[in-house]
């Protein structure tokens, strides 16, 4: 496995494997990589002759009041991790390689209705980070195929429509979300859930479930019968609540009926661990 920590490294060395019919799969993280990027790595390898990760905390995505000092940094055990994962090229940039000005006074990407709701209302400026530095690292590792979680379905969706815009010859494919045996989804934020918050953060993928099987049922009623006591239901339990909505895949709009393909996307904070979650239903 190579790791690359410049962008010169990085043209140099993906110009040595790449051959003319040679397809090129990336996974961009922020490390502290876990078995859901892991599953990712496994996809991009299915699809790809070689497979790129890259490793970079990008400040451009975090608010001030956010965790960017504290975010878990830890690129030995990553890199580690990524060898066994049989991953070619690592590409682990400084901040000055992709914001040579500073993240402030960058020029930002901004999706708009899919990016100005549900997370984007709730953390200005996030996706823009997001869809920035993913369009950065498009353009520095030119590949064919790019890999992201389902767990993050917003994130999703927004570069699924950022690379649909900007006309960007890349195949966005999403990896379903990894989760523990008690359903929690993975996340490199898990680790911040004191015992007693893990034992009982499992319960935002239980609500989503029940509140999917009551949107569903036969004599199903209008979403917010069923998602307002939900809510009530976790907060009592000790969560605080940032959203549980049901959106369209589409455009995100809010809806009171499944008419067409939707999910279920929450967001909730136990102490100072911020946790997202989503589950897909598709119109009858």
């Known amino acids: 496995m190579i790791v ?5 490294a990085l043209t ?3 110009a040595a494997l790449r051959t003319r019919s040679a397809t090129v799969s990336f996974v961009p993280t922020m490390g502290n990589l876990h078995a859901g990027h892991l599953a990712l790595m496994q996809q991009a390898r299915q699809h790809a002759e070689i497979v790129v990760a890259s490793i970079f905390v990008n400040p451009m995505q975090f608010a001030a009041n956010e965790d960017l000092a504290t975010y878990p940094r830890t690129m030995e055990a990553d890199l580690a991790a990524l060898r066994e994962a049989g991953v070619d090229i690592v590409f682990t940039p400084d901040v000055t390689d992709i914001y040579p000005g500073g993240s402030a006074l960058h020029t930002a990407i901004h999706v708009p209705v899919l990016g100005d709701s549900l997370c984007g209302r709730d953390r200005p400026g996030h996706f823009d980070g997001v869809c920035t530095v993913v369009c950065k690292l498009f353009h520095m590792v030119e590949p064919d195929i790019a890999v992201f979680g389902e767990k993050d379905l917003q994130q999703l969706l927004i570069i699924k429509q950022m690379v649909s815009d900007l006309g960007l010859p890349v195949d966005v494919q999403s990896g ?4 523990a045996e008690d359903g929690l ?3 490199s934020r898990n680790q911040y859930l004191s015992d007693a918050e893990r034992a ?6 239980q609500t989503l479930q029940d ?5 569903t049922a036969p004599a199903t009623s209008e979403a917010e019968r069923v998602l307002k006591p939900a809510r009530d239901a976790l ?21 009171d009926h499944v008419t067409e393909d939707c999910a279920l996307f929450i967001a909730a904070r136990l102490g100072r661990t911020r946790l997202i979650d989503n589950i897909q239903i598709l119109a009858p």
């Open 4 to 8: 690359a920590s410049t962008p010169s």
């Open 185 to 187: 989804a993975l996340s």
């Open 235 to 255: 907060q009592h339990a000790g969560f605080a609540i940032d959203y549980l909505e049901l959106r369209t895949l589409s455009t995100l709009d809010a809806v």
């Open 12 to 14: 140099a060395h993906l």
């Open 211 to 215: 509140c999917a099987q009551a949107l």
């Open 200 to 205: 009982l953060a499992p319960l935002l993928w």
């Open 176 to 179: 379903a979300t990894q989760r």
